[in-house]
Each structure stands twice: as structure tokens, then as C-alpha cells.
């Protein structure tokens, strides 16, 4: 029943590593977003993919790199993993066409720690 | 460039208080505005969207507000509970609707 699910919860890992964070969404959207909210709880848009196309990378390091082999899915992978990356990413997801009411739903987050 | 804020960031008060959470955003073209909850170490919960051509919404005991010529929302909690305890954030559509600008949050706290 689980509309925007992300896995994993909780990530730790060391700097200079490489990892990746999963995204689904089983609401038929054709959108979806990463969002960023930092230590001090600030919610900041990082990507977000319309029927798999990137329409949004909001000045994010190219160590980021969002796939989305199709619509019910958008993956976060990092590389070189660096302390500031520690935070909790969200998914979410919308319809983008059609009429409405376009309300975005979110996942559970993911808690990233880099030691 | 949008910008939200909301105010006060944090509040407490006694169970069964009514209250208001404040929203204010810069840019007043704007399609819509919603309201999410989110609980310590949880992920946000979609409360209420409120469309530009509406005033009011409402669902339960909140009620969302919208004023877009003065650029601010309100999000009203009737007779308020411990399980309302919450951080609440108000976010509108930019970049052509195609993403979320947050404002800071107000961090709820209601007590016995």
C-alpha cells in the first residue's frame, strides 16, 4: 500500500564512497523529485524527472547522479561521498498532466550519514 | 526568486488551544500552496493543498487559508492535541510549477 517508498532508511558510510538510494512510486505519477533537507531541517529541491527526462537539477555536484529507468522510479546515486553530503533525502512524486490537484506526495526519507 | 517563511518557528501550548501557524511567500503568482506535517524522523505528510482560486480549505480540524495578494497562508488547528506535536512546513509550486519551495517550518509542541 505504500505509495512513495525509498530504501534504504538509514545509510552510513565512510567518505570517498560510492552509493546509491532507491525511490518508488506506485501512484501512477508521471513525476518525480529528490529533495535534500539538511541539519537544519531546510528542504531544498535537488532533481526531478518528468516521464524519465531530468527537467529539473537544481545546481546540484555532478557527483550526483539521478537514474530513472522509468516512470515508477527514481534511484540517487553519489560518488565520492564527502561529509556535507550527510543528510536525509526525500522522494516524491506528482502528476505533472492532466487536471490536478498536482499535490506532491513524499517517501519516508533517507537518514545519510558520511563518517 | 521565491521566497517562504513561516513564523513563529516554534510554538507550544496547552492541549485543546485553538491555533494558527503563519505562511508568507514573495512571489504571489502562485498555483497553488500546500501544508505538510512531519513527525521527528519521518517523512512528510501531505495535509492540505489549496488550490489559487480558493480561500479556504479544509480537512478535520485544520483549515487553510489563502491570501494571495498579501502573499500568506494560514493553516488553523481547532482544539489542538499531543498527536498534533509536528513539525509543520507550507510549500508553493516554482520553477513553472515543476518543483517545491519550502519555507522554514513551525516546530508544534502540545502539551498535557
Known amino acids: 500500500d505504500t505509495a512513495v517508498s525509498q530504501t534504504p532508511k538509514y545509510l552510513v558510510t565512510q567518505m570517498g564512497n560510492d552509493k546509491s538510494i532507491k525511490c518508488e512510486q506506485n501512484?501512477?505519477?508521471?513525476?518525480m523529485y529528490w529533495y535534500k533537507q539538511d541539519s537544519k531541517k531546510f528542504l531544498k529541491i535537488m532533481f526531478s524527472?518528468?516521464?524519465?527526462?531530468?527537467?529539473i537539477n537544481e545546481t546540484v555536484p555532478n557527483r550526483f547522479s539521478p537514474k530513472s529507468p522509468d516512470k515508477a522510479h527514481l534511484n540517487l546515486h553519489i560518488n565520492s561521498l564527502e561529509l556535507g553530503d550527510s543528510a536525509v533525502y526525500f522522494c516524491?512524486?506528482?502528476?505533472?498532466?492532466?487536471?490536478?490537484?498536482?499535490?506532491?506526495?513524499f517517501g519516508p526519507g533517507t537518514r545519510l550519514t558520511v563518517t | 526568486k521565491q521566497e517562504v517563511t513561516q513564523i513563529p518557528a516554534a510554538l507550544s501550548v496547552p492541549e485543546g488551544e485553538n491555533l494558527v501557524l503563519n505562511c508568507s511567500f514573495t512571489d504571489s503568482a502562485i498555483y497553488n500552496l500546500q501544508w505538510f506535517r512531519q513527525d521527528p524522523g519521518k517523512g512528510l505528510t501531505s495535509l492540505l493543498l489549496?488550490?489559487?482560486?480558493?480561500r479556504e480549505q479544509t480537512s478535520g480540524r485544520l483549515n487553510a487559508s489563502l491570501d494571495k495578494s498579501s502573499g500568506r497562508s494560514t493553516l488553523y488547528i481547532a482544539a489542538s492535541q499531543p498527536g498534533d506535536s509536528a513539525t509543520y512546513l507550507c510549500a508553493v509550486p516554482t520553477g513553472g510549477g515543476n518543483k517545491l519551495t519550502f519555507g522554514t517550518g513551525t516546530q508544534l509542541k502540545v502539551e498535557l
Open positions: 489549496i488550490q489559487s482560486s480558493q
Open positions: 516524491a512524486s506528482r502528476q505533472r498532466q492532466g487536471s490536478g490537484p498536482y499535490e506532491q506526495y
Open positions: 524527472y518528468n516521464n524519465k527526462e531530468l527537467i
Open positions: 501512484l501512477g505519477h508521471d513525476t
